[in-house]
C-alpha cells in the first residue's frame, strides 16, 4: 500500500511569491490534516480537510490556504511568502485513526 | 483546549539501558493519546496510542507506554535502547473542541542513544 506522498521535496522561493504545496492521501483516507514544523517549534496545525470540504483551522494567516481535490489529495498554498514561512510542511492522511504522514515538503523561503 | 506537554528537551541514554521520555497531558473529558517518532529529514512514525482500556499500551519496535490519570501522564519506555531509536519523539493528544479532530503535539523530545 502506498504511503502519503508529497511533492516537490524540496521548494526555494523568494520572499513576496507563492507557494504550492501537494499531497496524496493513502488510498481510500477522507481526511487530510496539514502541520507546519518550524525550528524550534514543533509542529503547528494547519489545516484540517475531509470529503472536500476545510473542516478546522489552525492561527495562521489567511494566505495560508488550500483546498482537497474529489479524489482527496491536496494543496497547500501560501501566499506573499515571508522569511518565516521557511519550514517543513508535513501532510497526514487519516480514516478516523492513527495519522500517516507523509515526508514532508521542506519550503525555503530567501 | 486539550495540550501535551514534554518536559524534557532532549534525553541521554546509554545503549542497552531503560529508556524513558515524559509527557504529561491536560485534556477535558477522556484522553487520546499518541506517540510519533520522527526520523531525520522524515515524517512522522506511530508507535502506539492510548484510547481506553490497559494502562499499558503496546507499540512497534519494542516501545511502550503507560497512561497513569492520577498523574496525567503518559510516558513512553523501552525496556533495552538500541542505538537506532535516537531520534525525535513526540506525544499527541486528539482535540475534538468543536469538532476539530486534530491531533495537537508536543514539542518533542530528542532521544540520544549512546553506544
Known amino acids: 500500500e502506498a504511503g502519503v506522498t508529497q511533492s516537490p521535496t524540496h521548494l526555494i522561493k523568494t520572499r513576496g511569491q507563492q507557494a504550492t504545496l501537494r499531497c496524496s492521501p493513502i488510498?481510500?483516507?477522507?481526511?487530510v490534516y496539514w502541520y507546519q514544523q518550524a525550528l524550534g517549534l514543533g509542529l503547528q496545525f494547519l489545516l484540517w480537510?475531509?470529503?472536500?470540504?476545510?473542516?478546522n483551522r489552525g492561527n495562521f494567516p489567511p494566505r495560508f490556504s488550500g483546498r482537497q481535490f474529489p479524489n482527496y489529495s491536496s494543496e497547500l498554498n501560501v501566499n506573499a511568502l515571508e522569511l518565516e514561512d521557511s519550514a517543513l510542511y508535513l501532510c497526514?492522511?487519516?480514516?478516523?485513526?492513527?495519522?500517516?504522514f507523509g515526508s514532508g515538503t521542506r519550503l525555503t523561503v530567501v | 483546549a486539550q495540550s501535551v506537554a514534554q518536559p524534557e528537551d532532549q534525553v541521554n541514554v546509554a545503549e542497552g539501558n531503560p529508556l524513558t521520555v515524559k509527557c504529561t497531558y491536560s485534556?477535558?473529558?477522556?484522553?487520546?493519546l499518541f506517540w510519533y517518532v520522527q526520523y531525520p529529514n522524515r515524517g512522522l512514525q506511530f508507535l502506539l496510542k492510548y484510547i481506553t482500556g490497559d494502562n499499558l499500551v503496546k507499540g512497534s519496535y519494542g516501545f511502550e507506554a503507560e497512561f497513569n490519570k492520577s498523574q496525567t501522564s503518559f510516558h513512553l519506555k523501552k525496556p533495552s535502547a538500541l542505538v537506532s531509536d535516537s531520534a525525535l519523539y513526540f506525544c499527541a493528544v486528539r482535540d475534538s473542541y468543536q469538532g476539530a479532530q486534530k491531533l495537537v503535539f508536543g514539542q518533542g523530545t530528542r532521544l540520544t542513544i549512546n553506544p
Open positions: 488510498s481510500g483516507h477522507t481526511s
Open positions: 485534556v477535558s473529558g477522556n484522553p487520546y
Open positions: 497526514a492522511s487519516s480514516l478516523g485513526g492513527p495519522y500517516t
Open positions: 480537510y475531509d470529503e472536500g470540504e476545510e473542516r
